[in-house]
């Protein structure tokens, strides 16, 4: 009652732009696992409120999910609530948002702030809980200082014991075990800006300190995070038709962390063509990018162990935008393991637009896990899944 | 007898103009809005006559060595507050950035090629870039037919989507009435009509825009209503910084 309050008030006081989406979401699961779901279907909405003036502005965000076949799934939240003042060179933010950082497309390591909704979907990271914070960002002629203080202390969850995503055969506890208090803030420094000399360089440098992005779980199945102190950097060059992406972040895990946690580093980089017009208004872009997760000590952790999906993977990927009246835009493409595990994961999606407001969004995935080794995906299984989202934008 | 000597020295003196020449006179009727704001309603029609309409707000600004712009796109629905914030060079690749805020990420956009598709419509990047006179190499024989001047112009970019375009334009007023563009093939593949020219603050500007795909029979119209020019924008209204906050 409090969260709908809290959306509705400025409803009377301030002229919104608002925007959002209603649908629908039906998919069909094929699980080697055979006591595990086979189809699910949901309604889904979000809306988007936004005030600006010149000196201030407000924005809130409401998520809405109704899973018919796992109550687990289902939320409501305010997933974004922030007030901004707007200074002649700087920006003050205050409230719960999501914030992006990253270069790379399919996973981004250095993106530590505002944690991945697993609860709605464990394989598509679109989806982003937003985390408390205070964030200031000073502007100057190329470059840009950011300075941010955050709380991201909430549990991870993968569903019932029923839905595929769920390797643990039982509802996790949704407590967090904290190295120091759940309310111990992170912080983060950063300064990026784009460098124009020759070719085209917009870069990214920081370091944070406070809670990892990465988490473990104990017997009891409650979640365990830890301290670490971190530095990242992530770089996107432009050259000709090319862009080339870099992204690493360098963790030093706290020692008392009582975590059996290695300092590791997290690194990808990519390259991703583009070909316009190849035949009358189809664009493709072609994408190649490699993830490498090093643990620095060798003394506790594995990739395996800490379930990091894109330990030493590469995927392949194709893009084909139809530019049509309907937007019509094709995304394919593979992530392969290529150590000895030989994991892979196959991505197939076709999107585009119906009566100019309603977007259809197809997607499949096929995932073929390791038979020797204990992964994240092993646990799973193999996996099939094909999703029909419907959405009326408005 | 005076003004028939006025006459007669006049068009002696079109007739002398070179490709270059006309291309100073049309700039120098365009040039000078400083910056601009606008609604654009774009209309995307098929070969069958289905159309589909794409809304945006646009802004720019000039500059000595490329224009800066900014389009946030209103409409459809799916892609509100998407934004494309783009920095010319005329001696370089230009720079551009796209926001989308369903992930609140801006990208980098690889911008060498601009013969692609902008939004699915017959326009290209590069047909709504600026057009100033030193992106083309203009021939020097200009043809005077019906009171247009007809200019044939190469793009001095070698990864124009062009090999060359025809510009047609109006030997009094010296507006760009229309242009034709011939592709890498040689063969003529849009036309463009320039329409509803308006003077604002002494600049002449076009109030729409109609791009035919001879070869696809689609066509594309720009509508551009509630244009302002010299708004007093400057170079911090175009940045990222903005980019994210529309």
Redesign the interface.
Known sequence: MIKLILLLFPIFGFSLDF?G?IGTEYRIFDNENSIKRDSSKAIEANIELKH?QSEY?YATTADFLKDYSEDSRTYARINEFYFTKHFENS?FSLGRR???M?ALEVLNPVDIVSRQNFGRDPLDD?Y?IGSYMALY?H?GEDM?ITLMGYATQRADEFGDSLSPYNVFGVELNKKIESQNSNNYPSVMLKVQG?L?I???L?YAFGVSRGYDNQRTFTENLKQKQWLSTSAFTYN?L?Y????YKLEARIADVDENSDANMDDYIYWGAGV??????VY??I?VGILTEYYNWIRLDNKYSSADSMMILMQNDVFLGLRVA??????TEFVGGVIFDVDDTREQNYYLQAKG?IF??L?LDIDFRHMIPSRDRVTMLSLIGEHTRATINI?Y?? | MRSLLVLVLSAFSLMAMSGNEVALKVDAVTDGFIDSKSISTMTLFNANGVSSQRKMRMTRLEGEVGDRSMIVFEAPSDIKSTALLTYEHFDKDDDQWIYLPALKRVKRIASKNKSGSFMGSEFSYEDLSSQKRFKYNYKEDVVEKDNTLIVQRVPKDKYSGYSKQIVYVDVKSFLVQKVEYYDRKKELLKRALFIDYKKIKDIWRFGSIEMENIQTKKRTVILVSDETLKNGLNKKDFTKRYLKQQ
């Open positions: 925007q989406f600006r502005s920006d999501v914030y992006f990253g679109r982003r960002e502007y840009q784009t124009d020759d070719y085209a917009d996107t432009a000709e038709n090319t862009l991703e063509y583009t070909l316009a017009a009358e208004s664009d139809i530019n049509n009246t309907s937007s637009r100019d407001t977007m959405r934008y408005f």
